[in-house]
């Protein structure tokens, strides 16, 4: 007896599911692929930065990604992007990315804003330009836009401060900020941490001193430079040039005739320096200068508000090229150390 023949609707339903499920498990891979399959390479890198100017739209990400050579496949990125609403979601910064990620990992990360801020470290600067450089190389915000505030009176005022002294809004330490962060936020932020630093146990002591905030971090700053390796002597520093300004005498401070020069090169002050025409030459002007010649790290500041007394009025590098100093209280002695150290300096023949 031959077997009885399958009625045709049901070899219809087979072959409909056949198909269904073939284009079910094809339209599931490509789906997978277009969600989990890795499409991130750095090419050997473990991780590495990608960078999103603000006011950037979609099409840039996009070409930025292409023209780095950082996704596999574009279109799939553009099109899930497009699914996942990122196309009209864009946000700035710096984002962290890995090698394999999936084109769901990177769009979230990407549309959630969740970037890496930069470390800022301020140490070694002397002057605006120093500044706004050191600042440039970190943040997207452009540095001739922030050293332009700094010049500004109406805007350094809003901080308390004018164009002179504007400098001593930025304690040295190490900042985290974003790196889409602006020129003004920047501003804002750093307004922030000068108000947390100066704590009111610092303000009451500074007006114990009959000194400003202002003015601490500017003389700090001279005890900075004449000493920036030795913290222990900078409180005697400090000590000493409170003494001068309590008697009315110049500070008379070689590193302040250094930044009225511009030449930070310069090993050995020459009388010819004392007189260059400068409100920063505390040879020919009295009381503290206009503004600071460096950034005064912490210990610096503390220095002043905590100085050690004595009746030092006098100070010159050792013979010994330590970096250490003499003191002295009277002229006569300060003198005979100043002879010891221009004979150590012609002996090395430092000129300048």
Request: charged share 25%.
């Amino acid at each position: 007896m031959s077997p009885k023949k399958k009625p045709f609707y049901k070899k219809v339903l087979i072959s409909f599911l056949v198909i269904f499920l073939s284009g079910t498990f094809i339209a599931g891979f490509w789906g997978y692929r277009l969600v989990y399959q890795p499409n991130v390479s750095l090419h050997g890198s473990g991780s590495d930065f990608f960078y999103i100017r603000t006011g950037s739209v979609f099409s840039t990400v996009l070409n930025e990604l292409t023209q780095q050579n950082l996704i596999l496949n574009p279109a799939s990125f553009q099109r899930l992007s497009e699914l996942k609403g990122y196309n009209t979601k864009v946000k700035p910064g710096r984002y962290r990315i890995r090698d394999g990620m999936s084109n769901n990992q990177l769009i979230n990360l990407l549309r959630a804003g969740l970037q890496e801020p930069v470390q800022i470290v301020f140490n070694n600067i002397r002057t605006k330009n120093q500044l706004v450089s050191r600042i440039g190389k970190k943040l997207e915000a452009d540095s001739l836009q922030l050293l332009s505030l700094l010049n500004r009176p109406d805007f350094t005022g809003k901080f308390g401060f004018n164009t002179d002294n504007i400098l001593t809004l930025f304690i040295p330490n190490t900042y985290e900020i974003y790196w889409n962060t602006s020129a003004e936020d920047f501003m804002e932020r750093m307004d922030k941490e000068y108000k947390s630093f100066w704590t009111s146990g610092r303000k009451n002591r500074a007006r114990e001193l009959n000194l400003s905030a202002q003015d601490v971090s500017i003389l700090a700053s001279i005890v900075q430079a004449e000493q920036n390796r030795y913290d222990d002597e900078k409180p005697v520093i400090a000590g000493l040039y409170l003494n001068r300004l309590k008697s009315g005498m110049p500070l008379q401070s070689d590193p302040t005739l250094i930044y009225a020069a511009g030449d930070f090169s310069i090993s050995r002050v020459l009388n010819s320096d004392k007189n260059i025409e400068s409100l920063y030459n505390t040879y020919r002007h009295s009381g503290l200068p206009p503004g600071p010649i460096c950034l005064p790290e912490i210990s610096s500041i503390d220095a002043v508000l905590n100085f050690r007394e004595s009746n030092y009025f006098y100070m010159c590098a050792k013979e010994d090229f330590s970096g250490r100093h003499h003191f002295a209280e009277t002229i006569e002695q300060h003198k005979v150390y100043a002879k010891r150290y221009r004979e150590a300096l012609d002996k090395h023949n430092i000129k300048r």
